[in-house]
């Protein structure tokens, strides 16, 4: 496995962060490590169902991951309310559509963007190219632990 990541580009504030806590390859590689892990704990901590789970996939998986971090997070409940209520993915996948709008209005800054991140890994990631999306899903989302 490579231990370099090509084409990683950092914007100016992240890389003033970055240098502000010590040298760049030894920060970015920790940081990361302690952001995935977080990651993993917040989608541990809201428990998706695996139709909810799928529901979130096919709503979100287009929407742009441009978004500014801040807006990300907040705009996550919105955009599946808006997705639920255009096409009926609430009927699609069996889900009390309601009651996961709620659930994701309750959640926390980091545990919807875990759920985002899901998405993001599923739709643009090596780790699930080639595998069964079902199986892909569960795994992102934790719903089924690796």
């Known amino acids: 496995m490579s231990r370099e990541a090509p084409g990683v580009q950092l914007t100016p504030a992240i890389l003033r962060q970055v240098e502000e806590r010590g040298p760049g390859h030894l920060v970015v590689s920790r940081d990361l490590g302690r952001l995935y892990k977080l990651y993993q704990r917040a989608l541990d901590e809201v428990g998706l169902t695996e139709p909810e789970a799928r529901l979130i996939y096919e709503a979100y998986k287009g929407v742009s991951s441009e978004v500014p971090l801040v807006h990300a997070a907040a705009l996550l409940a919105a955009n599946i309310r808006g997705a639920i209520l255009e096409r009926r993915l609430d009927e699609v996948y069996r889900v009390d559509g309601a009651a996961l709008i709620e659930k994701l209005r309750g959640l926390t ?20 190219r080639g595998m069964d999306e079902a199986q892909a899903l569960r795994l992102a989302f934790r719903i089924e632990k690796p």
């Open 109 to 128: 800054e980091i545990q919807a963007l875990a759920i985002i991140d899901a998405v993001e890994r599923i739709a643009y990631g090596a780790a699930f």
